[in-house]
């Protein structure tokens, strides 16, 4: 192991840490980019048995959760065209965005309202799956609707899953769980809302709040699952299963560009714009997007002037191995989904050849979008969910010389909010209702 560098050597280094201390807004451009990684552990076909485990699971969802019923049990967004947010974006930035906008709505996802419900269902599902075939007598040709009988819930009961989140894994990981019997435990990190935690109480998850963030939360959980053999836990740092459970969007995604004759090429490139907390979801999803689709559709992360982690780990290299207090950086935020001071063991590795680039915003931002939104589209969205629009114009600006923008297609990943309560969305309009009047 090499000496770890001090906050100054770094700086000289790396000038662009130098704007981060500052808290500025910022644009980086991934310099390996395009290049091929000989050191990807995974490989398409890896997503295609995701696909495969989400159809299994179908018939089992269609009847624990209704809401999924009318898609089958499939768990998809809609992606929707927002040219009146468009406009109200332009006028805002008073710089036209070029090309057509588009939000992909995971804020409507059944089960947490949010991208969780990609990832942490889906390694729930991987789990159950696994007992029932190993001590019960499921096969793979089986209605897993069975799964939800009491001889299964009665199974699944001597098992636990425990994982540690700032609220929205926690909650798709504990409502998919406790449905099928699984002792839960959910450790909260204290920017966890309150809503959150209340909701998954009244599920039977067991929920132990601590004073401290996501990181030390995730720790905790971690060491609960160590001492107990039949105690699962979902690691937001690592996983394999939640990061393909999240690239399975990728494959609906092809489908909606395909029905909504988006084209993607050269010369009409897409760009998917991610909030990136531990980077789980957001390198899953671009991951999947680049394995799919190829090398015209292009992610970029978003993340909070104050908690640039995965900016942070991606373009020192040093990923996992160096936070944002590293830095001298205070690690504050209002975008709970994005509160993770130190990023995932495998956000930085798997994207160090398959993101184009990351970018900061101010957290003000995020507010006015959120009230943009709401005003232009009716679409209401919990703040983390609107980093999206908050990064745009930095990073288009940072582009434009190398990419045809005026056939460009814009997606803002919106990852969360149709479950959070009336009176919190309310009070988050008027945040950004009053940023955007004063
Ligand atoms: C979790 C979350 C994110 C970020 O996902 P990570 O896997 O932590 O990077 C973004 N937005 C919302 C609403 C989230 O809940």
Request: hydrophobic share 40%.
């Amino acid at each position: 192991m090499t000496k770890p560098k001090s906050s100054s050597q770094l700086s000289q280094q790396f000038p662009m840490i130098t704007q981060l201390k500052e808290y500025q807004p910022l644009f980086w451009r991934n310099p390996d980019y395009g290049q091929t990684d000989p050191h990807l552990p995974f490989t398409s076909e890896y997503i295609f048995d995701a696909v495969a485990r989400w159809e299994r699971f179908a018939p089992y969802l269609a009847v624990v959760f209704p809401e999924t019923a009318h898609l089958n049990g499939i768990i998809e967004s809609p992606l929707t065209r927002i040219e009146r947010m468009q406009s109200s974006w332009s006028q805002y930035n008073n710089w036209t965005l070029p090309g057509s906008l588009y939000l992909k709505q995971d804020n409507v996802l059944p089960i947490s309202g949010s991208i969780k419900s990609r990832g942490g269902i889906y390694e729930v599902l991987k789990f159950a799956e696994h007992i029932a075939l190993t001590q019960g007598d499921l096969t793979y040709m089986d209605d897993y609707s069975i799964l939800a009988t009491p001889r299964y819930h009665q199974l699944f009961s001597h098992y636990g899953i425990t994982a540690g989140s700032t609220g929205n894994l926690g909650l798709s990981i504990g409502i998919a769980a406790a449905s099928f019997g699984f002792q839960t435990t959910i450790h909260m990190s204290h920017d966890a809302r309150s809503w959150k935690k209340a909701k998954l109480r009244a599920n039977g998850v067991h929920v132990i709040e601590h004073d401290a963030d996501c990181n030390f939360a995730v720790e905790q959980a971690r060491k609960q699952a160590a001492q107990d053999k039949y105690t699962y836990f979902i690691d937001d740092e690592g996983s394999a299963d939640l990061f393909l459970g999240y690239a399975v969007a990728a494959v609906r995604l092809q489908k909606q560009l395909a029905d909504q004759h988006i084209p993607l090429d050269r010369q009409h490139p897409v760009f998917v714009y991610l909030p990136a907390g531990v980077g789980g979801s957001p390198s899953g999803v671009t991951f999947g997007l680049k394995k799919i689709m190829g090398p015209y559709i292009h992610g970029i992360f978003a993340e909070p002037t104050h908690v640039p982690s995965v900016t942070l780990g991606m373009l020192t290299g040093l990923n996992h191995d160096i936070s944002v207090y590293d830095i001298g950086l205070d690690g504050k935020t209002a975008a709970d989904g994005l509160a993770v001071s130190r990023p995932s063991f495998l956000a930085g590795k798997m994207m160090k050849t398959l993101l184009l680039g990351c970018a900061t915003f101010s957290d003000n931002e995020i507010f006015k979008y959120l009230a943009l939104l709401a005003d232009s589209e009716n679409i209401n969205i919990e703040p983390s969910a609107a980093a999206g629009f908050a990064v745009i114009k930095e990073s288009l600006q940072a582009l434009q010389t190398d990419y045809p923008l005026k056939q460009a297609t814009h997606i803002v990943w919106s990852t969360g909010g149709s479950m959070v309560p009336k009176a919190d969305q309310n009070n988050f309009y008027q945040i950004g209702n009053r940023l955007l009047n004063n």
